[in-house]
């Protein structure tokens, strides 16, 4: 059903009109001038078709019909507060939905999700497809991307852009093994020197630790499977276009759920 369009500023003027008595002391409180006040109520009067004041020697009256609906309107703009304070309460509530790639998940945000809880046991996540885009769409608090930038969103990226060629503890990284290849690998290409390709980095990953070959990945994704010795680092760690970052809509960043959980995963 369409809605009736409502004056609400109008309507807004006039409660203060009628709680006064007087247009300039709605004026005060509305903080416009007695003559805006005096514009806003006339041009209700006309939209309803109706007097709502009378001026008398004593001042200001409510009409009968302005005594009518005056409560009603009281009531429905208590409600209007009501409903801004349960979308400020949504905001800053303790549920987060995150877009993040599973891979990135397993190695790196996992653990560090769960030490956020520790800290705040209140909070609940909600983790989606890692190629989510629409933030309305999937209605997401924030998501981590493996990219050049943050691109249209406000971000940060999780510890400095970086690569790393990892293999098989105790292979020494022969250069006659294969190459893993992953799609989204940057600057790389899947050639005839590859044994296996794979969709992300972790599976890349997993498949040097398994012996599969050498897999050039995020170090930031590796850096665990290095300290527990799943794959041997071959060589320093490498300058690279691309970086994880987490990012989210302007509206979004600006909340203070989400300010507090990208302080915690950006500490370290």
Same mark, same amino acid.
Request: charged share 25%; hydrophobic share 45%.
């Given at each position: 059903?369409?809605?009736?369009?409502?004056?609400?500023?109008?309507?807004?003027?006039?409660?203060?009109?009628?709680?006064?008595?007087?247009?300039?002391?709605?004026?005060?409180?509305?903080?416009?001038?007695?003559?805006?006040?005096?514009?806003?109520?006339?041009?209700?009067?006309?939209?309803?078709?109706?007097?709502?004041?009378?001026?008398?020697?004593?001042?200001?009256?409510?009409?009968?019909?302005?005594?009518?609906?005056?409560?009603?309107?009281?009531?429905?703009?208590?409600?209007?507060?009501?409903?801004?304070?349960?979308?400020?309460?949504?905001?800053?509530?303790?549920?987060?939905?995150?877009?993040?790639?599973?891979?990135?998940? !397993? #190695?790196? $945000? @996992?653990?560090?999700?769960?030490?956020?809880?520790? &800290?705040?046991?209140?909070?609940?996540?909600?983790? +989606? %497809?890692?190629?989510?885009?629409?933030?309305?769409?999937?209605?997401?608090?924030?998501?981590?991307?493996?990219?050049?930038?943050?691109?249209?969103?406000?971000?940060?990226?999780?510890?400095?852009?970086?690569?790393?060629?990892?293999?098989?503890?105790?292979?020494?990284?022969?250069?006659?093994?294969?190459?893993?290849?992953?799609?989204?690998?940057?600057?790389?290409?899947?050639?005839?020197?590859?044994?296996?390709?794979?969709?992300?980095?972790?599976?890349?990953?997993?498949?040097? !630790? #398994?012996? $599969? @070959?050498?897999?050039?990945?995020?170090?930031?994704? &590796?850096?665990?499977?290095?300290?527990?010795?799943? +794959? %041997?680092?071959?060589?320093?760690?490498?300058?690279?276009?691309?970086?994880?970052?987490?990012?989210?809509?302007?509206?979004?960043?600006?909340?203070?759920?989400?300010?507090?959980?990208?302080?915690?995963?950006?500490?370290?």
């Amino acid at each position: 059903m369409k809605r009736t369009h409502l004056p609400l500023n109008a309507l807004r003027v006039f409660d203060a009109a009628a709680r006064h008595l007087s247009f300039t002391r709605a004026a005060d409180e509305l903080a416009v001038t007695p003559a805006a006040v005096g514009q806003q109520i006339r041009a209700l009067e006309d939209v309803l078709g109706v007097v709502l004041f009378r001026r008398t020697s004593k001042g200001l009256e409510l009409t009968e019909e302005a005594k009518a609906g005056l409560d009603a309107l009281r009531e429905g703009f208590l409600n209007f507060e009501e409903a801004v304070r349960a979308m400020q309460a949504g905001q800053a509530s303790h549920f987060y939905t995150i877009a993040v790639p599973r891979d990135f998940f !397993a #190695a790196w $945000l @996992g653990e560090r999700l769960a030490s956020f809880r520790v &800290a705040n046991p209140d909070v609940q996540f909600a983790l +989606v %497809d890692g190629d989510a885009n629409d933030f309305a769409e999937a209605n997401l608090d924030i998501a981590v991307r493996w990219a050049e930038g943050p691109g249209e969103y406000e971000g940060v990226s999780l510890g400095a852009p970086g690569k790393v060629r990892v293999c098989a503890p105790g292979t020494g990284g022969n250069s006659d093994q294969p190459e893993i290849y992953w799609q989204g690998q940057s600057d790389a290409a899947a050639d005839a020197a590859t044994l296996l390709s794979v969709p992300d980095a972790g599976q890349a990953l997993a498949a040097a !630790a #398994a012996g $599969l @070959g050498i897999a050039e990945v995020p170090a930031l994704l &590796a850096e665990k499977w290095i300290a527990d010795g799943r +794959v %041997d680092r071959m060589g320093d760690i490498e300058p690279c276009r691309k970086a994880y970052w987490l990012v989210a809509p302007v509206p979004q960043w600006r909340q203070k759920k989400v300010k507090a959980l990208v302080a915690h995963l950006t500490a370290e």
